[in-house]
């Protein structure tokens, strides 16, 4: 089963546990994105409808049962012949490995976990769930220490199987009530049997019976008392034993009377109060109160056997000896006597008892018609009791105690059971549920009928969005329950969005609803510069109103890098030719002249202008003076596609004007 997906949606990850029922595997569901935890059951159900159904409804049940220490169960399903359980991933451990790994706990160590677990059966039993295999293996430990128990309704839904009589599917019965034992109906206080004896084995680290087979286990927990725990851990309290001795009471009428009278009692078995408890026990009481079965009739003196023996009153004999009579006069005498005894006999039950009348069938009437008729009869001693019924009227007569047709008293109490009409409830929250599995688990609940109506909504399809009447209202029996269900988002087709420019994404934005953001830019040798290169969901994907849909948008061609290009230039330096003065022809030495009459050079100011990616033309480069030839290098940083160029001047004359393309070479 490992990587393969059953129901559509959860994909098989790896095997995490086996029982005698079943295989648990770490699944992924697909669809909410979540690990789950999946059971597959062993046994084979081909040809076993019956089973399947009450397998379904058993599991179904579960579904509904939410509280912080039971596992939830998500989904129930069959793929071909297999069945299946979609539950809630620890990830830990089972009570049972807990204890093996860390022995017998004290009590502050046990209780927490003990009172985690009575309050979640207390909560199933609540809900009308047994659990019939309350154990350690059945109960898992997270990764903060808290308890979550799992497996509800599994062990009934297969109780009828051939696998169960065989003990292949139940298996263990460490802790198996005596009830169950005997082959007898698990009720609410076999799971506080079961309760008693994990309790034990937390604070033991072993179990209170074993044996070499199950049927001697079994014998023990109907035959054996609970050994006490305090034998092998005497620092633990009395009070805390007592409540295993309590909970695993072999009459179930001496337990506790529910799982929530366990938990309160689990709460204060460490005060000081408790301290100097005794051991607890059962007084019997001879002469406690018995039930004594209703007699219905006065019996009669029917029969000379029922009649009473009168001893004859014996008379004083006199010293004399009396005279031999004859007997046939007192023979005759005594028949006569017992018959008029039988004659009064016969009628004292007339005149003594009271007077008896059949007390009438009054179903169905209104209170005072019913009492009218009984007062008819003679029946005048009539209270009224009101009582919830989906059958009666709001009024009306549901029964009569004593019972129609009996014959009573007429000065017996009759109690008239009056119809308060249908019992309202608080109808539960529904919402966030799968509804296919809330209305098969609620098909027998009452409701006159429960329908669904399909809208859109961003939960997973199949899940009830709302519901009608609502959460918290107070209803009748037999009313109509309305679900909406959603069919997932409301989907429609996204375009193809290649090449749209701005106003084109914008106007589709309007038109579709869509929410279009431009994720990035990027350049593109085959989009133009501004158009849609690509498109997250890609187009002609179905997806839901309002959806977020990203678009990359073209910068253009990738540009090529800057080209630097250097250039050489010669800066010639020109003497300036300077006329003879009148001086210098008479031999007066001037300016300008050494004193040798030889001409001094006069500096040369050279501007550079240059046109490229970071200089303008019209902003002076370089200025420098010269006093002879120069070389001069200039560098030109010219972008793709862009022309460069310089300008050198000579006291402000141009004397070398050149023109840089990107291409030239450099």
């Known amino acids: 089963m490992i990587g393969s997906r059953i129901g559509g949606r959860y994909e098989i990850v790896r095997n995490i546990g086996d029982g005698g029922m079943s295989k648990v595997y770490l699944a992924h569901d697909i669809i909410l994105d979540r690990d789950v935890a999946i059971k597959v059951l062993n046994y084979d159900f081909v040809n076993e409808e019956a089973l399947k159904r009450r397998f379904k409804r058993e599991a179904l049940s579960a ?21 299946y359980l979609v539950m809630e991933y620890i990830e830990g451990q089972t009570l049972k490995k807990f204890i093996q790994d860390n022995g017998a706990l004290t009590p502050k160590q046990a209780l927490p976990i003990m009172q985690q677990i009575v309050s979640a059966i207390a909560n199933a039993h609540h809900n009308g769930i047994v659990h019939r295999d309350v154990k350690p293996q059945n109960i898992l430990m997270d990764s903060d220490g808290n308890a979550k128990i799992t497996d509800f309704g599994i062990a009934m839904a297969l109780s009828a199987t051939a696998h169960t009589k065989t003990n292949s599917v139940i298996g263990t019965v460490h802790y198996l009530s005596p009830e169950q034992a005997r082959g007898g109906m698990a009720t609410k206080k076999s ?28 014998l023990k927990h109907l035959q054996e008392e609970t050994p006490l725990v ?36 689990l709460l204060t078995v460490l005060s000081p109060e408790r301290a100097n408890e005794k051991k607890f026990a059962i007084v019997f009481d001879d002469d406690r109160t018995r039930a004594i079965p209703i007699v219905s009739e006065i019996p009669k003196f029917d029969s000379i056997e029922m009649t009473k023996k009168i001893e004859p009153v014996k008379l004083e004999q006199s010293s004399q000896s009396p005279k031999k009579r004859k007997k046939w006069p007192y ?38 018609e019913a009492r009218d008729t009984l007062a008819e009869k003679g029946f005048n001693s009539v209270i009224g009791e009101e009582q919830h019924s989906d059958e009666f009227k709001e009024g009306e007569v549901i029964k009569t105690i004593p019972e129609a047709e009996k014959k009573r008293a007429v000065d017996s109490k009759i109690t008239l059971y009056i119809s308060a009409g249908k019992e309202p409830s608080t109808l539960a929250d529904y919402t966030g549920r799968n509804a296919e599995i809330t209305m098969a688990s609620l098909d027998d609940k009452g409701f006159k009928s429960i329908k669904s109506v399909p ?54 934005r309007n038109s579709s609803g869509f929410d ?47 080209n630097l290009i250097v250039r050489t230039e010669i800066i010639e330096y020109i003497p300036a030719v300077v006329e003879p003065s009148p001086n210098e022809e008479e031999g007066v030495e001037g300016e300008g002249n050494n004193s040798d009459g030889v001409q001094q050079p006069v500096p040369q100011i050279i501007r550079i202008y240059i046109q490229d990616k970071n200089n ?47 291409d030239d070479t450099k």
């Open 63 to 83: 579904t509904s049962l939410t509280h912080p220490h039971i596992v939830d169960i998500f989904d129930v399903g069959e793929e071909d012949e297999l069945h």
């Open 516 to 562: 279009i953001k431009v994720s990035k830019t990027e350049h593109s040798a085959t989009v133009s510069e501004g158009h849609v290169i690509r498109q997250s969901p890609p187009g002609n994907t179905r997806i839901a109103q309002g959806a977020k849909v990203e678009v990359v948008v073209s910068k253009g061609p990738e540009k090529k890098a800057d």
């Open 191 to 218: 799971d506080i049997y079961s309760l008693g004896i994990v309790l034990y084995e937390l604070l033991s680290g072993e179990l209170p019976f074993t044996a070499d087979t199950a049927v001697a286990i079994a």
């Open 616 to 662: 303008k033309m019209t902003d002076v480069f370089e200025e420098f003076p010269i006093l002879e030839t120069t070389e001069k290098q200039i560098s030109l940083n010219l972008e793709e596609g862009q022309n460069g160029a310089y300008t050198i001047t000579r006291d402000s004359k141009n004397i070398i004007a050149e023109v840089v393309n990107y």
């Open 455 to 508: 809208d859109f909504s961003d939960k997973p399809e199949g899940t009830i969005i709302g519901q009608d009447p609502a959460a918290g209202e107070v209803i009748l029996s037999e009313t109509d329950l309305l679900f909406t269900v959603s069919r997932g988002p409301d989907l429609k087709e996204l375009s193809n969005l290649s090449g749209f420019d701005a106003e084109q994404l914008q106007d589709y």
């Open 230 to 265: 305090r034998m092998l851990f005497p620092s633990i309290p009395q009070s805390l034993e007592n409540v295993i001795l309590k909970a695993t009471m072999k009459d179930a009428t001496y337990r506790y009377d529910s799982a929530d009278e366990m938990y309160e009692d």
């Open 331 to 368: 023979i005759i005498g005594g028949i006569a006597g017992v018959a008029i005894l039988l004659l009064l006999l016969s009628l004292i039950p007339g005149v003594l008892s009271p007077k008896k009348a059949v007390i009438p069938n009054v179903s169905g009437m209104e209170e005072a």
